[in-house]
């Protein structure tokens, strides 16, 4: 994801670790109101190290899939977005090449602000003018 940044990083970060002695795993992704393809996930290392030995391939590949799915929502912390998405057809993942055209727009309208980081992307994700936008492409 092109948007996720330090900033959004930190956020997740400071809030797992001022839960950390209740949290195995901390979140922010579309359930938290952030838009589909801007997510962040943080989990203890030795969550991780459960895994050191495994040979499935799909575990290896989703691991913390497989992590949330043991942890069944206890220790599990969702981090709140401080801007939730309000428009659910946003996509900030480039899968198609369309994906990659509309990133390149919102990327332009970005840079009009020299220094942006995850909060702009929240407040461009709620404007009208984004949602008009999409329609375009």
Sequence with gaps: NPFVDED???FVLEEFLK??????????????????????????ANE???????IDNNILEHVTYEMKKILKNKNILLVESPIKCINAKINLTIDYA???????????????????????????????KLWRLIILI
Excluded: H, Q, W
């Design 98 to 128: 369309v994906d990659l055209k509309f990133i390149f727009k919102l990327i332009k309208s970005l840079n009009k602000k020299n220094n942006y980081n995850y909060i702009d992307v929240l407040k461009m994700c709620n404007e009208v």
């Design 19 to 44: 839960k950390e002695n209740f949290i195995k795993y901390a979140c922010a992704s579309t359930r938290s109101g952030f838009p589909y393809g801007m997510s962040v996930e943080v989990f203890l």
């Design 8 to 10: 959004m990083i930190n």
């Design 48 to 54: 991780l190290n459960k895994y050191r030995n495994t």
